[in-house]
Protein backbone atom coordinates (compact mmCIF):
# COMPACT_ATOMS: atom_id res chain seq x y z
CA UNK A 1 0.00 0.00 0.00
CA UNK A 2 1.54 3.11 -1.21
CA UNK A 3 0.14 6.82 -1.52
CA UNK A 4 0.60 8.21 -4.65
CA UNK A 5 1.08 11.83 -4.93
CA UNK A 6 -1.53 13.32 -7.29
CA UNK A 7 -0.28 14.91 -10.52
CA UNK A 8 -2.37 18.24 -9.05
CA UNK A 9 -0.11 18.00 -5.92
CA UNK A 10 3.05 17.55 -7.77
CA UNK A 11 2.36 20.77 -9.53
CA UNK A 12 1.38 22.57 -6.81
CA UNK A 13 4.33 21.82 -4.97
CA UNK A 14 6.66 22.52 -7.67
CA UNK A 15 4.70 25.84 -8.27
CA UNK A 16 4.67 26.91 -4.77
CA UNK A 17 8.77 26.07 -4.16
CA UNK A 18 9.41 28.32 -7.39
CA UNK A 19 7.00 31.37 -5.82
CA UNK A 20 9.14 31.13 -2.19
CA UNK A 21 12.15 31.53 -4.43
CA UNK A 22 11.11 33.63 -6.96
CA UNK A 23 9.56 35.62 -3.60
CA UNK A 24 11.06 35.15 -0.68
CA UNK A 25 9.23 37.50 1.58
CA UNK A 26 6.07 36.00 -0.03
CA UNK A 27 6.95 32.98 2.39
CA UNK A 28 5.02 29.84 1.98
CA UNK A 29 2.02 31.66 -0.06
CA UNK A 30 -0.84 29.36 -2.18
CA UNK A 31 -0.72 29.07 -5.86
CA UNK A 32 -4.25 28.41 -6.03
CA UNK A 33 -3.77 25.69 -8.45
CA UNK A 34 -6.98 24.58 -10.33
CA UNK A 35 -7.61 22.04 -13.57
CA UNK A 36 -8.45 24.34 -16.42
CA UNK A 37 -9.80 23.66 -19.52
CA UNK A 38 -7.38 26.42 -21.15
CA UNK A 39 -4.64 24.07 -20.41
CA UNK A 40 -4.37 21.16 -17.67
CA UNK A 41 -3.79 23.42 -14.37
CA UNK A 42 -4.21 27.26 -14.11
CA UNK A 43 -2.56 28.98 -10.93
CA UNK A 44 -4.38 32.38 -10.01
CA UNK A 45 -2.36 33.19 -6.51
CA UNK A 46 0.07 35.72 -8.22
CA UNK A 47 -2.96 38.23 -8.44
CA UNK A 48 -3.45 38.16 -5.07
CA UNK A 49 -0.01 37.88 -4.10
CA UNK A 50 1.14 41.26 -6.15
CA UNK A 51 -1.45 43.29 -5.06
CA UNK A 52 -0.92 42.17 -1.32
CA UNK A 53 2.78 43.01 -2.10
CA UNK A 54 2.02 46.20 -4.42
CA UNK A 55 4.07 44.10 -7.31
CA UNK A 56 2.97 43.50 -10.93
CA UNK A 57 1.31 40.35 -11.34
CA UNK A 58 2.51 39.50 -14.95
CA UNK A 59 6.46 40.21 -13.73
CA UNK A 60 5.49 37.94 -10.93
CA UNK A 61 4.33 35.37 -12.58
CA UNK A 62 6.81 35.30 -15.00
CA UNK A 63 9.70 35.42 -12.56
CA UNK A 64 8.08 32.10 -11.00
CA UNK A 65 7.96 30.63 -14.80
CA UNK A 66 11.81 30.80 -14.79
CA UNK A 67 12.53 29.11 -11.85
CA UNK A 68 10.28 26.22 -12.65
CA UNK A 69 12.01 23.49 -14.89
CA UNK A 70 9.95 22.26 -18.27
CA UNK A 71 11.29 19.56 -20.45
CA UNK A 72 10.56 17.96 -23.30
CA UNK A 73 7.47 15.27 -22.39
CA UNK A 74 9.71 12.29 -23.18
CA UNK A 75 13.06 13.83 -22.50
CA UNK A 76 13.28 13.34 -18.79
CA UNK A 77 11.13 10.94 -17.23
CA UNK A 78 10.71 13.07 -14.08
CA UNK A 79 9.43 16.22 -15.26
CA UNK A 80 6.29 16.49 -14.46
CA UNK A 81 5.30 20.06 -16.19
CA UNK A 82 6.00 20.31 -19.99
CA UNK A 83 5.02 23.53 -20.80
CA UNK A 84 4.02 26.92 -18.83
CA UNK A 85 2.72 30.43 -19.77
CA UNK A 86 1.85 33.54 -18.02
CA UNK A 87 -1.93 34.91 -19.39
CA UNK A 88 -4.08 37.36 -18.89
CA UNK A 89 -3.59 39.75 -15.86
CA UNK A 90 -1.44 37.14 -14.29
CA UNK A 91 -2.39 33.49 -14.19
CA UNK A 92 -0.15 30.87 -14.90
CA UNK A 93 -1.27 28.07 -17.67
CA UNK A 94 0.33 24.60 -16.89
CA UNK A 95 0.26 21.82 -18.95
CA UNK A 96 1.96 18.30 -17.63
CA UNK A 97 3.87 15.44 -19.53
CA UNK A 98 2.11 12.99 -21.23
CA UNK A 99 4.77 10.64 -19.51
CA UNK A 100 4.13 12.29 -16.50
CA UNK A 101 0.26 10.86 -16.40
CA UNK A 102 0.73 7.66 -17.47
CA UNK A 103 3.78 7.49 -14.55
CA UNK A 104 1.57 8.51 -12.38
CA UNK A 105 -1.34 6.26 -13.10
CA UNK A 106 0.98 3.18 -13.21
CA UNK A 107 1.55 4.05 -9.47
CA UNK A 108 -2.16 4.14 -9.00
CA UNK A 109 -2.69 0.99 -10.54
CA UNK A 110 0.46 -0.23 -8.54
CA UNK A 111 -1.73 -0.23 -5.36
CA UNK A 112 -4.70 -1.81 -3.91
CA UNK A 113 -5.68 1.29 -2.93
CA UNK A 114 -5.23 3.38 -6.36
CA UNK A 115 -2.44 5.05 -4.29
CA UNK A 116 -5.08 6.67 -2.29
CA UNK A 117 -3.75 7.41 1.68
CA UNK A 118 -5.70 7.04 4.52
CA UNK A 119 -6.34 10.19 6.45
CA UNK A 120 -3.97 11.45 8.29
CA UNK A 121 -6.45 12.91 11.27
CA UNK A 122 -8.45 9.25 11.63
CA UNK A 123 -10.78 9.28 14.80
CA UNK A 124 -13.85 7.02 15.66
CA UNK A 125 -17.25 8.49 14.30
CA UNK A 126 -20.28 7.18 15.70
CA UNK A 127 -23.18 7.38 12.60
CA UNK A 128 -27.08 7.29 13.34
CA UNK A 129 -28.83 6.21 10.16
CA UNK A 130 -31.39 3.81 8.79
CA UNK A 131 -33.57 4.35 11.81
CA UNK A 132 -36.96 3.29 11.00
CA UNK A 133 -40.13 2.82 14.19
CA UNK A 134 -40.92 -0.54 15.25
CA UNK A 135 -44.51 -1.79 14.00
CA UNK A 136 -44.78 0.90 11.61
CA UNK A 137 -44.02 1.23 7.59
CA UNK A 138 -40.83 1.91 6.28
CA UNK A 139 -41.25 5.24 3.71
CA UNK A 140 -38.64 7.10 1.72
CA UNK A 141 -37.76 9.06 4.32
CA UNK A 142 -36.54 6.12 5.71
CA UNK A 143 -34.68 5.54 2.23
CA UNK A 144 -32.53 8.90 2.38
CA UNK A 145 -31.60 7.72 5.71
CA UNK A 146 -30.38 4.03 4.71
CA UNK A 147 -29.05 4.88 1.60
CA UNK A 148 -26.91 8.12 2.74
CA UNK A 149 -26.00 6.45 5.73
CA UNK A 150 -24.16 3.82 4.12
CA UNK A 151 -22.47 5.57 1.57
CA UNK A 152 -21.22 7.56 4.12
CA UNK A 153 -20.20 4.63 6.40
CA UNK A 154 -18.63 3.33 3.07
CA UNK A 155 -16.57 6.33 2.54
CA UNK A 156 -15.52 7.05 5.84
CA UNK A 157 -14.37 3.48 6.50
CA UNK A 158 -12.18 3.91 3.11
CA UNK A 159 -10.09 6.73 4.72
CA UNK A 160 -9.03 4.90 7.88
CA UNK A 161 -11.79 6.05 9.94
CA UNK A 162 -13.46 3.87 13.07
CA UNK A 163 -16.66 3.87 12.21
CA UNK A 164 -19.68 3.07 14.64
CA UNK A 165 -23.35 2.30 13.05
CA UNK A 166 -26.09 3.35 14.87
CA UNK A 167 -29.46 2.28 13.72
CA UNK A 168 -31.69 4.14 16.08
CA UNK A 169 -34.89 2.66 15.91
CA UNK A 170 -37.87 4.26 16.68
CA UNK A 171 -38.63 1.20 19.62
CA UNK A 172 -39.85 2.76 22.78
CA UNK A 173 -42.96 5.22 23.48
CA UNK A 174 -46.39 5.73 24.74
CA UNK A 175 -47.71 3.98 21.65
CA UNK A 176 -46.59 0.75 23.15
CA UNK A 177 -48.78 1.06 25.49
CA UNK A 178 -51.72 0.25 23.37
CA UNK A 179 -50.42 -2.20 21.12
CA UNK A 180 -49.45 -4.49 24.09
CA UNK A 181 -52.97 -4.12 25.63
CA UNK A 182 -54.78 -5.23 22.56
CA UNK A 183 -52.60 -7.83 22.17
CA UNK A 184 -52.93 -9.30 25.60
CA UNK A 185 -56.97 -8.58 24.68
CA UNK A 186 -56.29 -10.36 21.37
CA UNK A 187 -53.59 -13.05 22.08
CA UNK A 188 -54.40 -15.10 19.03
CA UNK A 189 -53.17 -11.69 17.03
CA UNK A 190 -49.34 -12.42 16.83
CA UNK A 191 -49.22 -15.80 18.55
CA UNK A 192 -50.24 -18.50 15.24
CA UNK A 193 -46.20 -18.16 14.09
CA UNK A 194 -43.32 -16.66 13.15
CA UNK A 195 -44.01 -14.30 10.07
CA UNK A 196 -42.10 -16.40 7.20
CA UNK A 197 -41.15 -12.63 4.88
CA UNK A 198 -41.07 -9.26 6.01
CA UNK A 199 -44.00 -8.69 4.25
CA UNK A 200 -45.46 -11.18 6.20
CA UNK A 201 -44.79 -9.51 9.16
CA UNK A 202 -45.61 -5.97 8.42
CA UNK A 203 -48.59 -7.20 7.46
CA UNK A 204 -49.20 -8.46 10.42
CA UNK A 205 -48.11 -5.57 12.58
CA UNK A 206 -50.01 -3.00 10.22
CA UNK A 207 -53.38 -4.76 10.83
CA UNK A 208 -52.52 -4.95 14.75
CA UNK A 209 -51.68 -1.22 14.67
CA UNK A 210 -54.82 0.16 12.65
CA UNK A 211 -57.14 -2.04 14.72
CA UNK A 212 -55.24 -1.13 18.07
CA UNK A 213 -55.63 2.23 17.42
CA UNK A 214 -59.43 2.16 16.30
CA UNK A 215 -59.87 0.87 19.59
CA UNK A 216 -57.76 3.38 21.40
CA UNK A 217 -59.65 6.21 19.99
CA UNK A 218 -63.50 4.80 20.36
CA UNK A 219 -63.59 3.08 23.52
CA UNK A 220 -61.98 5.26 26.84
CA UNK A 221 -61.59 2.06 29.10
CA UNK A 222 -59.01 0.67 26.50
CA UNK A 223 -57.34 3.85 26.64
CA UNK A 224 -57.16 4.10 30.04
CA UNK A 225 -56.02 0.24 30.25
CA UNK A 226 -53.26 0.92 27.86
CA UNK A 227 -52.21 3.88 29.36
CA UNK A 228 -51.21 1.78 32.48
CA UNK A 229 -49.57 -0.35 30.16
CA UNK A 230 -47.13 1.48 29.45
CA UNK A 231 -46.55 2.61 32.97
CA UNK A 232 -45.85 -1.49 33.45
CA UNK A 233 -43.81 -1.38 30.38
CA UNK A 234 -41.63 1.67 32.27
CA UNK A 235 -41.10 -0.36 35.30
CA UNK A 236 -40.40 -3.04 33.32
CA UNK A 237 -43.37 -6.05 34.10
CA UNK A 238 -42.27 -8.97 32.73
CA UNK A 239 -45.12 -10.04 30.99
CA UNK A 240 -45.34 -6.94 29.37
CA UNK A 241 -41.60 -6.63 28.27
CA UNK A 242 -41.44 -9.59 26.54
CA UNK A 243 -44.71 -8.59 24.67
CA UNK A 244 -43.23 -5.65 23.59
CA UNK A 245 -40.06 -7.92 22.30
CA UNK A 246 -42.30 -9.30 20.11
CA UNK A 247 -43.05 -6.67 18.31
CA UNK A 248 -39.91 -5.36 18.13
CA UNK A 249 -38.40 -8.58 16.77
CA UNK A 250 -41.28 -8.97 14.02
CA UNK A 251 -40.63 -5.26 13.20
CA UNK A 252 -36.92 -6.70 12.82
CA UNK A 253 -37.90 -9.20 10.33
CA UNK A 254 -39.53 -6.80 8.10
CA UNK A 255 -36.82 -4.46 8.55
CA UNK A 256 -33.86 -7.02 7.69
CA UNK A 257 -36.19 -7.73 4.54
CA UNK A 258 -36.51 -4.38 3.26
CA UNK A 259 -32.59 -3.54 3.99
CA UNK A 260 -31.37 -6.59 2.47
CA UNK A 261 -33.40 -5.93 -0.76
CA UNK A 262 -31.19 -2.29 -0.73
CA UNK A 263 -28.53 -4.43 -0.81
CA UNK A 264 -27.51 -2.48 2.66
CA UNK A 265 -25.61 -4.68 5.39
CA UNK A 266 -27.25 -3.82 8.92
CA UNK A 267 -26.11 -5.79 12.06
CA UNK A 268 -27.99 -6.67 14.79
CA UNK A 269 -25.28 -5.57 17.68
CA UNK A 270 -25.52 -2.34 15.47
CA UNK A 271 -29.63 -2.09 15.93
CA UNK A 272 -29.61 0.21 19.27
CA UNK A 273 -33.25 1.89 19.26
CA UNK A 274 -34.51 4.67 21.52
CA UNK A 275 -34.89 1.80 24.44
CA UNK A 276 -31.80 0.83 24.44
CA UNK A 277 -31.08 4.70 26.28
CA UNK A 278 -33.76 3.53 28.94
CA UNK A 279 -31.54 3.48 32.10
CA UNK A 280 -29.80 6.48 31.29
CA UNK A 281 -32.69 9.14 30.86
CA UNK A 282 -33.03 9.78 34.77
CA UNK A 283 -29.57 10.08 34.77
CA UNK A 284 -29.24 12.81 32.00
CA UNK A 285 -32.16 14.84 33.49
CA UNK A 286 -30.39 15.06 36.70
CA UNK A 287 -27.25 16.16 35.17
CA UNK A 288 -28.77 18.58 33.33
CA UNK A 289 -30.44 20.01 36.15
CA UNK A 290 -28.04 20.38 38.86
CA UNK A 291 -25.77 21.99 36.27
CA UNK A 292 -28.41 24.67 35.50
CA UNK A 293 -28.30 23.65 31.93
CA UNK A 294 -32.15 22.48 32.32
CA UNK A 295 -34.65 24.37 34.35
CA UNK A 296 -38.16 23.50 35.82
CA UNK A 297 -40.88 25.29 34.26
CA UNK A 298 -44.55 24.15 34.66
CA UNK A 299 -43.27 21.01 35.98
CA UNK A 300 -41.47 20.06 32.72
CA UNK A 301 -37.73 20.01 32.79
CA UNK A 302 -36.51 22.35 29.78
CA UNK A 303 -33.79 24.33 28.28
CA UNK A 304 -34.28 27.52 26.79
CA UNK A 305 -32.77 29.14 23.73
CA UNK A 306 -32.79 32.81 22.86
CA UNK A 307 -32.77 32.37 19.07
CA UNK A 308 -35.46 30.01 18.98
CA UNK A 309 -39.52 31.23 19.44
CA UNK A 310 -43.05 30.45 18.78
CA UNK A 311 -45.17 31.97 16.41
CA UNK A 312 -46.38 34.15 19.41
CA UNK A 313 -43.04 35.41 20.41
CA UNK A 314 -42.73 33.02 23.58
CA UNK A 315 -39.92 31.27 23.80
CA UNK A 316 -40.29 27.30 22.74
CA UNK A 317 -38.01 24.91 24.71
CA UNK A 318 -36.42 21.87 24.59
CA UNK A 319 -38.49 19.52 26.66
CA UNK A 320 -36.06 16.85 28.12
CA UNK A 321 -39.69 15.37 30.90
CA UNK A 322 -42.61 15.96 30.73
CA UNK A 323 -44.45 17.36 33.73
CA UNK A 324 -46.29 13.39 34.29
CA UNK A 325 -42.56 12.49 34.31
CA UNK A 326 -42.24 11.01 31.53
CA UNK A 327 -39.38 11.38 29.16
CA UNK A 328 -39.33 11.99 25.25
CA UNK A 329 -37.33 12.11 21.85
CA UNK A 330 -35.27 14.60 23.27
CA UNK A 331 -34.15 13.07 26.75
CA UNK A 332 -33.37 9.28 24.89
CA UNK A 333 -30.45 11.48 22.06
CA UNK A 334 -29.08 13.37 24.87
CA UNK A 335 -28.45 10.56 27.10
CA UNK A 336 -27.56 8.71 23.53
CA UNK A 337 -24.72 11.40 22.64
CA UNK A 338 -23.73 10.86 26.09
CA UNK A 339 -23.29 7.06 25.71
CA UNK A 340 -21.29 7.46 21.86
CA UNK A 341 -18.55 9.99 23.53
CA UNK A 342 -18.31 8.55 26.95
CA UNK A 343 -18.46 4.76 26.11
CA UNK A 344 -17.82 4.97 22.60
CA UNK A 345 -15.64 7.48 22.48
CA UNK A 346 -16.62 9.15 19.71
CA UNK A 347 -14.93 12.53 18.40
CA UNK A 348 -17.62 13.00 16.10
CA UNK A 349 -21.56 12.17 16.08
CA UNK A 350 -23.09 11.63 12.72
CA UNK A 351 -27.29 11.82 12.01
CA UNK A 352 -28.70 11.30 8.92
CA UNK A 353 -31.72 12.61 9.49
CA UNK A 354 -34.92 14.35 7.78
CA UNK A 355 -34.43 18.08 7.90
CA UNK A 356 -37.94 18.52 9.25
CA UNK A 357 -36.43 17.27 12.60
CA UNK A 358 -33.34 20.28 12.03
CA UNK A 359 -34.88 22.64 15.27
CA UNK A 360 -34.88 18.93 17.67
CA UNK A 361 -30.97 18.80 16.81
CA UNK A 362 -30.21 22.23 17.08
CA UNK A 363 -31.76 22.47 20.00
CA UNK A 364 -30.26 19.22 21.28
CA UNK A 365 -26.40 19.61 19.94
CA UNK A 366 -26.75 22.92 21.78
CA UNK A 367 -27.96 21.68 25.10
CA UNK A 368 -25.12 18.98 25.16
CA UNK A 369 -22.61 21.45 24.30
CA UNK A 370 -23.73 23.93 27.41
CA UNK A 371 -23.46 20.73 29.93
CA UNK A 372 -19.89 19.57 27.57
CA UNK A 373 -20.84 16.46 26.58
CA UNK A 374 -19.96 18.14 23.44
CA UNK A 375 -17.01 20.15 22.98
CA UNK A 376 -13.79 21.49 20.83
CA UNK A 377 -12.63 17.93 20.88
CA UNK A 378 -16.29 15.87 20.02
CA UNK A 379 -18.96 17.49 17.94
CA UNK A 380 -21.89 16.28 16.15
CA UNK A 381 -23.75 17.01 12.85
CA UNK A 382 -26.91 16.06 11.57
CA UNK A 383 -26.21 15.44 7.87
CA UNK A 384 -30.35 16.46 6.97
CA UNK A 385 -31.79 15.40 4.06
CA UNK A 386 -34.26 16.96 2.00
CA UNK A 387 -37.65 15.49 0.86
CA UNK A 388 -38.56 12.81 -1.60
CA UNK A 389 -40.96 14.26 -4.55
CA UNK A 390 -43.55 12.57 -6.81
CA UNK A 391 -43.66 13.17 -10.61
CA UNK A 392 -45.57 16.13 -9.89
CA UNK A 393 -43.14 17.72 -7.34
CA UNK A 394 -45.37 17.33 -4.50
CA UNK A 395 -44.74 15.30 -1.43
CA UNK A 396 -44.16 11.69 -2.84
CA UNK A 397 -47.69 9.71 -2.37
CA UNK A 398 -49.92 7.13 -3.58
CA UNK A 399 -52.88 8.00 -6.10
CA UNK A 400 -55.11 7.47 -2.77
CA UNK A 401 -52.58 9.90 -0.78
CA UNK A 402 -50.85 7.46 0.86
CA UNK A 403 -47.24 7.37 1.93
CA UNK A 404 -45.94 4.50 -0.54
CA UNK A 405 -44.80 1.31 0.41
CA UNK A 406 -41.24 1.20 0.33
CA UNK A 407 -41.15 -2.36 -1.05
CA UNK A 408 -43.10 -1.58 -3.92
CA UNK A 409 -41.22 1.18 -4.73
CA UNK A 410 -37.88 -1.16 -4.67
CA UNK A 411 -39.80 -3.93 -6.42
CA UNK A 412 -41.01 -1.84 -9.25
CA UNK A 413 -37.64 -0.55 -9.81
CA UNK A 414 -36.32 -3.89 -9.93
CA UNK A 415 -38.53 -4.96 -12.57
CA UNK A 416 -38.12 -1.62 -15.30
CA UNK A 417 -34.57 -2.58 -14.60
CA UNK A 418 -34.64 -6.14 -15.82
CA UNK A 419 -36.66 -5.04 -18.57
CA UNK A 420 -33.73 -2.85 -19.70
CA UNK A 421 -31.21 -5.79 -18.84
CA UNK A 422 -33.57 -8.27 -21.11
CA UNK A 423 -33.39 -5.72 -24.02
CA UNK A 424 -29.75 -5.88 -24.26
CA UNK A 425 -29.31 -9.31 -22.90
CA UNK A 426 -29.90 -11.61 -26.35
CA UNK A 427 -26.81 -10.27 -27.76
CA UNK A 428 -25.17 -11.57 -24.12
CA UNK A 429 -26.81 -14.41 -23.68
CA UNK A 430 -27.93 -13.96 -20.48
CA UNK A 431 -30.25 -16.52 -18.77
CA UNK A 432 -33.48 -15.57 -17.29
CA UNK A 433 -31.80 -16.10 -13.58
CA UNK A 434 -29.02 -13.83 -14.74
CA UNK A 435 -31.30 -10.99 -16.43
CA UNK A 436 -33.49 -11.30 -12.65
CA UNK A 437 -29.61 -10.63 -10.80
CA UNK A 438 -29.11 -7.98 -12.73
CA UNK A 439 -32.29 -6.27 -12.53
CA UNK A 440 -31.38 -6.18 -9.41
CA UNK A 441 -27.91 -4.43 -9.24
CA UNK A 442 -29.50 -1.95 -11.82
CA UNK A 443 -32.57 -1.24 -10.23
CA UNK A 444 -30.95 -0.84 -6.54
CA UNK A 445 -28.47 0.97 -8.18
CA UNK A 446 -30.61 3.46 -9.57
CA UNK A 447 -32.19 4.60 -6.66
CA UNK A 448 -29.46 4.44 -4.65
CA UNK A 449 -27.94 7.11 -7.76
CA UNK A 450 -30.82 9.06 -7.72
CA UNK A 451 -31.04 9.51 -4.24
CA UNK A 452 -26.98 10.35 -3.94
CA UNK A 453 -26.50 12.60 -6.83
CA UNK A 454 -28.65 15.24 -5.82
CA UNK A 455 -26.74 17.40 -2.54
CA UNK A 456 -28.49 15.48 0.32
CA UNK A 457 -29.83 18.63 1.87
CA UNK A 458 -32.35 18.81 -1.37
CA UNK A 459 -35.48 17.81 -2.20
CA UNK A 460 -35.55 15.49 -5.39
CA UNK A 461 -38.25 13.71 -7.84
CA UNK A 462 -38.77 10.28 -7.47
CA UNK A 463 -38.89 8.98 -11.28
CA UNK A 464 -38.55 5.53 -11.88
CA UNK A 465 -38.21 6.43 -15.97
CA UNK A 466 -35.17 8.83 -15.49
CA UNK A 467 -33.72 6.98 -13.05
CA UNK A 468 -33.01 3.69 -15.13
CA UNK A 469 -32.35 5.49 -18.22
CA UNK A 470 -29.08 4.76 -20.42
CA UNK A 471 -28.50 7.82 -20.96
CA UNK A 472 -27.81 11.17 -18.74
CA UNK A 473 -26.91 11.31 -15.06
CA UNK A 474 -27.83 7.67 -13.89
CA UNK A 475 -25.97 4.76 -12.02
CA UNK A 476 -27.31 2.65 -15.42
CA UNK A 477 -25.07 4.80 -17.24
CA UNK A 478 -22.02 4.20 -14.91
CA UNK A 479 -22.85 0.51 -14.78
CA UNK A 480 -22.42 0.10 -18.65
CA UNK A 481 -19.37 1.97 -19.09
CA UNK A 482 -17.66 -0.12 -16.32
CA UNK A 483 -19.19 -3.57 -18.42
CA UNK A 484 -18.37 -2.20 -21.83
CA UNK A 485 -14.52 -1.97 -20.30
CA UNK A 486 -14.67 -5.29 -19.08
CA UNK A 487 -15.80 -6.65 -22.77
CA UNK A 488 -12.81 -4.59 -24.19
CA UNK A 489 -10.63 -6.48 -21.76
CA UNK A 490 -11.64 -9.39 -22.00
CA UNK A 491 -11.92 -9.29 -25.76
CA UNK A 492 -8.06 -8.11 -25.54
CA UNK A 493 -7.63 -11.21 -23.77
CA UNK A 494 -4.85 -10.19 -21.00
CA UNK A 495 -4.42 -12.77 -18.64
CA UNK A 496 -2.73 -10.10 -16.49
CA UNK A 497 -3.20 -6.22 -16.35
CA UNK A 498 -2.21 -4.29 -19.16
CA UNK A 499 1.12 -2.70 -18.97
CA UNK A 500 1.47 0.95 -19.05
CA UNK A 501 3.63 3.00 -21.59
CA UNK A 502 4.56 6.31 -20.20
CA UNK A 503 7.22 6.83 -23.22
CA UNK A 504 4.28 7.31 -25.65
CA UNK A 505 2.38 10.48 -26.37
CA UNK A 506 -1.22 10.35 -25.38
CA UNK A 507 -4.09 11.78 -27.72
CA UNK A 508 -6.39 14.32 -25.94
CA UNK A 509 -8.91 12.51 -24.96
CA UNK A 510 -6.58 10.03 -23.27
CA UNK A 511 -5.31 13.28 -21.26
CA UNK A 512 -8.30 14.08 -19.99
CA UNK A 513 -9.48 10.75 -18.95
CA UNK A 514 -6.10 10.47 -17.60
CA UNK A 515 -6.42 13.62 -15.64
CA UNK A 516 -9.84 12.73 -14.29
CA UNK A 517 -8.90 9.63 -13.10
CA UNK A 518 -5.63 10.72 -10.92
CA UNK A 519 -8.34 13.01 -9.74
CA UNK A 520 -9.93 10.70 -7.32
CA UNK A 521 -8.09 10.82 -4.33
CA UNK A 522 -8.71 14.14 -3.88
CA UNK A 523 -12.55 13.86 -4.44
CA UNK A 524 -12.44 11.44 -1.69
CA UNK A 525 -10.84 13.54 0.42
CA UNK A 526 -12.92 16.14 -0.12
CA UNK A 527 -16.22 13.83 -0.23
CA UNK A 528 -15.07 12.52 3.49
CA UNK A 529 -14.52 15.86 5.50
CA UNK A 530 -17.72 17.55 3.92
CA UNK A 531 -19.63 14.33 3.88
CA UNK A 532 -21.13 14.58 0.41
CA UNK A 533 -21.51 11.62 -1.60
CA UNK A 534 -23.16 13.57 -4.17
CA UNK A 535 -19.35 14.63 -5.10
CA UNK A 536 -17.57 11.55 -5.65
CA UNK A 537 -21.70 10.65 -7.50
CA UNK A 538 -20.83 13.67 -10.20
CA UNK A 539 -17.47 12.59 -9.87
CA UNK A 540 -17.75 9.13 -11.37
CA UNK A 541 -20.53 10.72 -13.89
CA UNK A 542 -17.88 12.46 -15.29
CA UNK A 543 -15.34 9.77 -15.30
CA UNK A 544 -17.89 7.92 -17.29
CA UNK A 545 -18.30 10.49 -19.59
CA UNK A 546 -14.39 11.15 -20.15
CA UNK A 547 -14.17 7.14 -20.92
CA UNK A 548 -17.03 7.67 -22.87
CA UNK A 549 -15.28 10.29 -25.25
CA UNK A 550 -11.89 8.20 -25.30
CA UNK A 551 -13.68 5.32 -26.27
CA UNK A 552 -15.38 7.42 -28.94
CA UNK A 553 -11.87 8.82 -30.36
CA UNK A 554 -9.24 6.34 -29.46
CA UNK A 555 -9.25 2.97 -30.69
CA UNK A 556 -8.22 0.75 -28.00
CA UNK A 557 -7.82 -3.09 -29.68
CA UNK A 558 -7.00 -1.16 -33.15
CA UNK A 559 -5.07 1.55 -31.93
CA UNK A 560 -3.05 3.02 -34.88
CA UNK A 561 0.38 3.06 -33.35
CA UNK A 562 0.70 -0.66 -32.37
CA UNK A 563 1.04 -3.14 -29.91
CA UNK A 564 2.48 -0.62 -27.23
CA UNK A 565 -0.18 1.79 -27.88
CA UNK A 566 -3.07 -1.43 -27.63
CA UNK A 567 -0.92 -2.15 -24.34
CA UNK A 568 -0.95 1.48 -22.60
CA UNK A 569 -4.77 1.91 -23.82
CA UNK A 570 -6.22 -1.35 -22.66
CA UNK A 571 -3.75 0.57 -19.07
CA UNK A 572 -6.25 2.77 -19.13
CA UNK A 573 -9.00 1.44 -19.88
CA UNK A 574 -8.24 -1.18 -16.77
CA UNK A 575 -7.28 1.68 -14.44
CA UNK A 576 -10.34 3.80 -15.38
CA UNK A 577 -12.73 0.79 -14.56
CA UNK A 578 -11.02 -0.03 -10.76
CA UNK A 579 -11.94 3.64 -10.76
CA UNK A 580 -15.20 3.21 -11.77
CA UNK A 581 -15.98 -0.28 -9.09
CA UNK A 582 -14.17 1.69 -6.19
CA UNK A 583 -16.08 4.53 -6.25
CA UNK A 584 -19.53 2.75 -7.10
CA UNK A 585 -18.95 0.67 -4.30
CA UNK A 586 -18.41 3.13 -1.83
CA UNK A 587 -21.77 4.55 -2.68
CA UNK A 588 -23.09 0.95 -1.50
CA UNK A 589 -23.87 0.58 -5.86
CA UNK A 590 -23.23 -2.93 -8.10
CA UNK A 591 -20.62 -3.00 -10.73
CA UNK A 592 -21.77 -6.00 -12.96
CA UNK A 593 -19.18 -7.68 -15.34
CA UNK A 594 -21.36 -8.26 -18.45
CA UNK A 595 -24.68 -5.89 -19.09
N1 LIG B 1 -36.97 7.03 14.02
C1 LIG B 1 -36.90 8.41 13.62
C2 LIG B 1 -37.85 8.66 12.45
O1 LIG B 1 -38.32 7.74 11.83
C3 LIG B 1 -35.50 8.83 13.23
C4 LIG B 1 -34.49 8.72 14.33
C5 LIG B 1 -33.38 9.67 14.12
N2 LIG B 1 -32.29 9.53 15.03
C6 LIG B 1 -32.25 10.07 16.26
N3 LIG B 1 -31.21 9.87 16.99
N4 LIG B 1 -33.21 10.82 16.70
O2 LIG B 1 -38.11 9.80 12.13
Redesign the pocket.
Known sequence: MASVPSLAASVHQRVANALTAALPEAGSADPLLRRSDRADFQANGMLALAKQLKGNPRELAAKVVERLPVAPSSADPDSVIADIEVSGPGFLNITVADSAITATLAARAADDRLGIPFAADAGTTVI?YA???VAKEMHVG?LRSAVIGDAVVKILEFTGEKVIRRH???DWGTQFGMLIQYLIEHPHELDHKDAASGEEAMSNLNRLYKAARALFDSDAEFKERSRRRVVDLQAGDEQTIALWRKFVDESKIYFYSVFDKLDIEVHDPDVVGESGYNDMLAETCRLLEESGVAVRSEGALCVFFDDVKGPDGNPVPLIVQKSDGGFG?AAT?LS?IRDRVQNLQADTLL?V??AR?SLHFKMVFETARRIGWLNEKVHAVQLAFGTVLGKDGKPFKTREGETVRLEDLLDEATERAAAVVREKSEKLGLTEAEIQERGGQVGIGAVKYADLSTSASRDYKFDLDQMVSLNGDTSVYLQYAYARIQSILRRAGEAQSPAPHPELPLAPAERALGLHVDQFAETLAEVSASYEPHKLAAYLYQLASHFTTFYDQCPVLKAEDGPAQVENRLFLCDLTARTLRQGMSLLGIRTPERL
Open positions: DQPNHHIGYDAYVDQ
